[in-house]
């Protein structure tokens, strides 16, 4: 067996692995980047590449009020007080370092929104698979290696249980790596792992299968072996609002967010729609075919933003997807639904919209107490058949601030590192948009300022 040493092991090229190898590289760290499929970028680069931040200069220029204050409350709010305080505290903290960092490797934020369980226009929108692309030449200039179908499959530990590499395996056979300031897992979720799926979250197993293809919870695997505790593995769900064909191209459509109501085949309303989108995910599961139709008329329609995911029905009309009609019978013939339903469903929103009398199901708002709710009139009507998408998993080990791996009994794993999708803890009960991209930037650059630190490299510093 060959063996090779390092002074960092990162596994998996996501935002969170490739800041971490950028940043550790930059800061003169010897860095090895492992990935196991062909392509760099997992779930990442399929991602909608918005980035959650507040008090940024884009929202000064926009004059949208945020703070650290709101962030915090909305991301307890939309976890239900399940996700663990001193990691969004970390996240707080933090985010303005990794934030600059990303501008001055290049990134640019191109637009501000607000998306799902934000009460703020919080969301930073970026050119991902660029983004990814620059981190990673950078990474290259600054000297990593970087292994591509190179699969971790083993951790590597001392007799006195210190995590001291990992065994990679490729088509050219098994390699161990030493690495002296120890081994980040990055190595995302688990949303094409079926035998992890069947265990903690079986009913998923009916939402569509996406995110990164080599995103199979190998990381988690590896760190169960060695007992590492883990968090929030019973709030695995898919994201509400994909077509029941979508392909390997990111589709989703949140019209909800925007005045749509969401019917399911019997043509009623099923959930307060301005929820996130990973509990509509969920509850999406108990209708009939997984299925819920996003109605809406041509008010609506008109707010569509080309280019931008999650709003351009250009983008889904062009692949047939979205389909109208100048009637809600006509309409709901089309889609398959009962049509008598869907106008009585509609005449009974618009009522207690325009009467401003409380909602059958809740609903306050378009979006998470924002937005105000408008009624369903304009010809010509719209639907978008739509289901839920495992994009990603957001449960997994559980960390302290530091990103140190910690095992069942509250005891850090030493050596151990694990930023990123693999981590459980950060989200509790559902996820806000952007804080994925956002904590895997955040913890990645992190875990690197801290690798530098305890190595003494002399420019350190330069990784924060
Ligand atoms: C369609 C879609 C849209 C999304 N939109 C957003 C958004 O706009 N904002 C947001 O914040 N989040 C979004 N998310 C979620 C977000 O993209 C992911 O949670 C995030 O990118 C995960 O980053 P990561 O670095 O942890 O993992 P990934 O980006 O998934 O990278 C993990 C990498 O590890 C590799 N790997 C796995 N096992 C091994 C192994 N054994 N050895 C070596 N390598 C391994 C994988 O092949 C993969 O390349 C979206 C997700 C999807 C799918």
Not at 295 to 309: E, L, T, W
Not at 338 to 349: E, F, H, I, P
Not at 384 to 391: E, I
Not at 414 to 433: C, D, K, N, R, S
Request: glycine letters at 12%; proline letters at 2%.
């Amino acid at each position: 067996m060959t063996t090779r040493t390092a002074d960092l092991l990162v596994l998996g090229s996501g935002i969170a692995g490739q800041t971490a190898a950028t940043a550790a590289a930059e800061a003169g760290l010897d860095v090895i980047l492992a990935e196991k499929t062909a392509d760099l970028g997992g779930s990442t680069v399929m991602s909608g590449g918005w980035f959650a931040f507040s008090d940024t200069e884009e929202q000064r220029e926009e004059g949208e009020e945020d703070s650290t204050e709101l962030f915090l409350k909305d991301m307890q709010e939309v976890g239900e007080f399940r996700n663990d305080p001193a990691l969004l505290h970390a996240y707080l903290d933090r985010q303005d370092a990794a934030y600059h960092w990303l501008k001055e490797h290049g990134v640019q934020f191109r637009e501000i929104e607000i998306s799902s369980g934000q009460s703020a226009k919080r969301s930073h929108n970026t050119a991902i698979t660029e983004v990814m692309a620059g981190l990673h030449e950078q990474f290259d200039t600054a000297g990593g290696t970087t292994l591509r179908e190179h699969r971790a499959v083993r951790l590597i530990t001392d007799a006195s249980g210190r995590v001291t590499g990992a065994t990679l395996a490729s088509s050219d056979g098994e390699i161990d790596v030493i690495a002296r300031q120890g081994v980040v897992i990055a190595t995302g979720g688990f949303t094409r792992g079926n035998e992890l799926m069947e265990i903690f979250a079986p009913e998923q197993l009916a939402a569509i299968p996406f995110g990164g293809k080599g995103n199979t919870g190998d990381g988690l695997r590896m760190a169960w072996k060695l007992g590492a505790d883990m968090a929030d593995m019973s709030f695995v769900s898919g994201t509400y609002g994909s077509h029941p064909e979508t392909g390997h191209v990111h589709e989703l459509l949140t019209a909800y967010y925007m005045g749509a109501i969401i019917v399911n085949r019997a043509g009623e309303r099923f959930t307060d729609e301005s929820q996130s989108y990973k509990t509509l995910g969920r509850a999406v599961l108990d209708e009939e075919d997984g299925l819920g139709v996003q109605i809406f008329d041509a008010d609506v329609r008109a707010k569509s933003h080309p280019g931008i995911p999650l709003k351009d029905m250009e983008a889904i009309e062009s692949l047939g997807h979205l389909h109208h009609a100048d009637t809600l019978e006509e309409l709901a013939e089309i889609v398959g639904i009962d049509g008598n339903q869907l106008v009585q469903t509609v005449a009974r929103y618009n009522r207690a919209v325009a009467d401003g009398t409380a909602d059958e199901l809740g609903r306050e708002s378009l979006c998470n107490g924002i937005g105000e709710l408008r009624t369903i009139t304009k010809a010509p009507f719209y639907a978008y058949p739509a289901k839920s998408l495992m994009t990603t998993t957001y449960c997994g080990v559980k960390v302290t601030p530091d990103a140190e791996v910690v095992d069942v009994e509250g005891e850090v794993i030493p050596g151990l590192y694990a930023i990123g999708e693999v981590v459980g803890g950060f989200h509790g009960a559902a996820y806000m948009t952007g804080t994925s991209l956002g904590k895997g930037a955040i913890f990645g650059l992190h875990v690197a300022c801290q690798a530098a630190e305890r190595s003494g490299t002399s420019d350190a510093g330069a990784a924060a």
